[in-house]
C-alpha cells in the first residue's frame, strides 16, 4: 500500500528539485520548515522525531535540503516529511506538510474489529510494521535480502 | 404604517427634526418615526454600538429617512403610536438610531429598478442578551420585515462590538484546530456527498463512503435530508458509514471522517444521534441550518465538549438570502454562523452550479476565514469586523463542480476551504475510487504548481492535461466534464464598481 499522509502524496514522490521549490514557497511566505522522521507512521502519531530544531532564521532552500539528505542519510528507511510551521497570529501552526522520504516497502495497517454492545464495533488501528523493535521496523530491499528476512 | 397626515412632511428626504420638547414628544397621538428620535443623523456610534445595514425600498410616498427611521424603531422599542410609559425608562439609550441613508447605485428614476436606499442603524449593546444568537435576531430581523411602510426589506450587513463578540463561544473547533486533528495542511480538504441522497440503505451506503474515502477524498457527507427515514435508520448508518470510515483509514494511513448528520425533530434526539457518533469515534457530525439558531448554539458548545468538528449545511438559506430587495444577505448567516460556533458552512463555489457572484462569496468566505475584516463595498463588505480570536470557520464549496475546474476552485477559493464534488466523485466513468482520486490528483498538483509559483488562473488547464497524462482517473474525468459550466447570472450582485469609493 501506499501511505498518503501529506500534502504531495498522491503526487509521485517528488524530485529534490521539486522539494526545493516548495521549500522556497514556505521561506517566501515566512515559515520556518523542520525535518522530521518517524517509523511509526499511525494516522495519529502526532509527534515525529525531530531532526533538529525548525529552522528558523534560515533565507535559503539549500541549507533546508542539506538537512533532508543528512536526516535520509542516517535513517534510510523511515519515513521523512518537511513540516513548515508559521508564527503569525490567528494561525500559529502548521501550513505546510509533506513526505521527501518513504520507505522501500510499505506493510500497511492491520484494522482490529472488537465486538462491543449493539451492533457496535471498536476499531484498532496498528502499522504491521509496527511489531518490531524501533529502528528495525522497516528495512531496505537490499537489507532485507542480505539478511534472509522478509519484511 | 403611513398615514395620510404624514405625508406632508414626507416630501424631501432628510427633513426631519427630532422633537425635543418632552411635553410635545410624549403627547398621545401617531408621530413619524424619525422625529421621535430614531432618526439621528449626527449620532456619534459607540465602540460597544451593533450595527446594522438595510436595504430600504420604502413604499410609495414614503420618504426614505421616514422608513429608516420606522426600521430602526420596529426593530428596537417603538410601537406604532406614542406611549407614556417610554417615559419610565432611559429610553434614549434603548431606541436604535438610524444615523445615515445613502440612495442605493444603479436604483432609482431611470433605471430599471425602484430607489432602494442603504440605512444604517446603531443599537445599543444592553438592547441584546449576552450569547444569544436567538435574541439579537429576533430584535434586528423580528418584526421589521413585515412593516407595511416598506416595501422591501434587506439586512445586508451587521458590525458586531468585540464586547458582544466575546459573550460568544464561536466555532467549536476552528481551520486551525480541525487541520491540526486531521494532519492535513496546505491545501484545500476534499470531499462529496453520498449520491443519491435519498433512498439507499445503509449497508449500500457505506460503500459510497468507503470508495470515496479509498479513493483519496478526506470526507464524505449525509445530505441535508438523509436523517432517519424508512429506507435507512440513522443508527444503521452510522455503524456502516463508521465501518468505512475505519477501513479507509487503515487503507491510506490517514485520518478520515464522515460527516453524520445528527439533524431531528428535537434536541433530545439530536444529543443522542450525536453521543452515538462519538462513541462509534468520528471526528465529525454534521446539522442544518434549518434546526434553528438556538440549536445551532446548542449543538455548538456540545461540538466544543466532546472534541467534535460541527458541520453546518445551510439547507434553506436561499428562501431569504438570494433576492436582492427583500430577506438578508448570506453573509449576515455567516456572521452569526461564526458567533454560533459552527465550524464548516456551505459558502458558494462561483464555478458550480448554485448561486454565487464572485465578488459575493469573496465577501463571505472573508468573514468566515479572516481575524479582521475591512470595508470592502465591491464585496458586500460593509463594516469593518474585527473578530477578537473567534476562532475561524472553514468554507465549504459544494454543487456542480469538478476535476477540470481546479485551477479556478483554487484560485477564487484559496486553500482554507473543503471542496466538495458529489457527482463529480460518484458519477465518474471508472467508478467511485477513481473519481476520488482524480479530483485529489488535481487539487494536489494544482496547488504544486502554485507553491512554485506558476500562473495557475491561465495555466491550470495545461497543469491538469499534465496530470492526466500519468493519472487516468484524472484523464477520464476530464474528457467526461471538462467542458461542463454554469453561466447563469447570479442575482446576488454587488452594487458598486470596482471604482465606488471606500467610506
Redesign the interface.
Known amino acids: ?1 501506499r ?3 501529506g ?6 514522490d ?1 524530485t529534490d528539485r ?1 522539494i526545493s ?2 521549500i522556497e ?1 514556505c521561506l517566501r511566505q515566512g515559515w520556518a520548515v523542520g525535518v522530521e522522521f518517524t517509523d511509526d ?4 502519531n ?1 509527534y515525529w522525531e525531530m531532526w533538529g530544531l525548525p529552522m528558523f532564521d534560515l533565507r535559503d532552500a539549500a541549507g533546508v535540503m542539506a538537512e533532508v539528505r543528512a536526516c535520509r542519510e542516517t535513517h534510510p528507511d523511515v519515513y521523512v516529511r518537511l513540516t ?1 510551521f508559521d508564527s503569525t ?10 513526505l521527501v522520504q518513504r520507505p522501500a516497502e510499505e506493510p ?4 482490529e474489529r472488537t465486538e462491543a454492545e ?4 471498536r ?1 484498532g ?1 496498528s ?1 504491521y510494521a509496527i511489531d518490531r523493535p524501533v529502528g528495525e521496523r522497516y528495512k531496505s530491499k537490499q537489507a532485507n535480502a542480505a539478511q534472509g528476512d522478509s519484511p | 404604517m403611513v398615514f395620510p397626515e404624514m405625508e406632508d412632511i414626507m416630501g424631501q428626504m432628510g427633513n426631519f427634526t427630532k422633537i425635543q420638547d418632552a411635553k410635545q414628544r410624549y403627547k398621545s397621538g401617531v408621530i413619524p418615526y424619525a422625529t421621535m428620535g430614531y432618526w439621528e443623523p449626527d449620532y456619534q456610534v459607540k465602540d460597544t454600538d451593533i450595527l446594522a445595514m438595510f436595504r430600504v425600498t420604502p413604499q410609495p410616498g414614503v420618504d426614505p429617512i421616514e422608513a429608516a427611521a420606522a426600521v430602526a424603531g420596529e426593530s428596537s422599542t417603538a410601537t406604532w403610536t406614542v406611549v407614556w410609559t417610554d417615559r419610565l425608562t432611559a429610553c434614549e439609550i434603548y431606541r436604535a438610531k438610524a444615523y445615515r441613508v445613502d440612495p442605493v447605485p444603479n436604483t432609482g428614476p431611470g433605471t430599471a429598478t425602484e430607489a432602494q436606499y442603504f440605512a444604517y442603524i446603531a443599537y445599543d449593546i444592553d438592547l441584546f442578551e449576552p450569547g444569544s444568537i436567538a435574541n439579537l435576531t429576533a430584535s434586528i430581523i423580528g418584526n421589521v420585515f413585515g412593516f407595511k411602510a416598506v416595501k422591501a426589506l434587506r439586512l445586508e450587513d451587521m458590525h458586531i462590538p468585540i464586547a458582544y463578540l466575546k459573550t460568544f463561544q464561536g466555532p467549536a473547533t476552528g481551520i486551525v484546530v480541525e487541520r491540526e486533528r486531521l494532519d492535513k495542511f496546505g491545501r484545500p480538504l476534499l470531499g462529496a456527498t453520498t449520491k443519491p441522497k435519498l433512498g439507499l440503505s445503509g449497508r449500500n451506503y457505506g460503500r459510497v463512503v468507503y470508495e470515496a474515502l479509498k479513493g483519496g477524498l478526506d470526507f464524505v457527507k449525509d445530505d441535508e435530508n438523509i436523517n432517519s427515514q424508512p429506507f435507512m435508520h440513522w443508527r444503521d448508518r452510522y455503524l456502516y458509514c463508521m465501518e468505512a470510515v475505519n477501513r479507509a483509514q487503515a487503507a491510506t494511513g490517514e485520518v478520515k471522517g464522515h460527516y453524520l448528520n445528527v439533524t431531528a425533530g428535537t434536541m433530545e434526539e439530536m444529543y443522542e444521534r450525536a453521543e452515538f457518533a462519538k462513541q462509534l469515534g468520528s471526528v465529525i457530525i454534521m446539522i442544518d441550518l434549518v434546526i434553528g439558531y438556538t440549536a445551532i448554539q446548542s449543538m455548538a458548545k456540545w461540538a466544543r465538549k466532546n472534541d467534535m468538528i460541527l458541520h453546518l449545511h445551510r439547507a434553506g438559506n436561499s428562501t431569504y438570502s438570494r433576492q436582492k430587495s427583500h430577506g438578508m444577505n448570506f453573509r449576515v448567516i455567516c456572521k452569526w454562523m461564526r458567533m454560533a460556533g459552527v465550524d464548516h458552512i456551505h459558502a458558494g463555489t462561483v464555478v458550480g452550479k448554485l448561486e454565487g457572484d464572485p465578488l459575493m462569496v469573496k465577501g463571505f468566505y472573508d468573514t468566515l476565514r479572516s481575524t479582521d475584516t475591512k470595508v470592502n463595498l465591491q464585496n458586500g463588505l460593509f463594516f469593518p469586523q474585527e473578530w477578537a480570536s473567534l476562532n475561524k470557520v472553514m468554507p465549504v464549496a459544494s454543487g456542480g463542480i469538478h476535476a477540470g475546474q481546479m485551477h479556478q476552485l483554487l484560485d477564487y477559493l484559496g486553500e482554507d476551504v473543503v471542496l466538495q464534488f458529489g457527482g463529480g466523485t460518484i458519477g465518474h466513468p471508472m467508478g467511485i475510487q477513481a473519481g476520488a482520486t482524480a479530483n485529489r490528483v488535481a487539487l494536489e498538483a494544482m496547488v504544486l504548481a502554485r507553491n512554485e509559483g506558476r500562473d495557475i488562473r491561465n495555466e491550470g488547464p495545461e497543469i491538469l492535461r499534465d496530470a492526466a497524462k500519468w493519472c487516468q482517473p484524472l484523464r477520464a474525468a476530464l474528457d467526461t466534464w471538462g467542458e461542463i459550466t454554469f453561466n447563469y447570472t447570479s442575482t446576488d450582485t454587488s452594487d458598486f464598481t470596482p471604482t465606488a469609493v471606500a467610506v
Do not use: C, K, N
Open positions: 500500500m501511505v498518503t499522509q500534502t504531495f502524496s498522491f503526487l509521485p517528488l521539486q521549490d516548495q514557497y507512521i499511525h494516522p495519529r502526532t513548515a497570529r490567528g494561525w500559529e501552526t502548521v501550513r505546510l506538510s509533506f500497511g495497517f492491520r484494522l449493539g451492533r457496535s464495533i476499531y488501528l502499522a
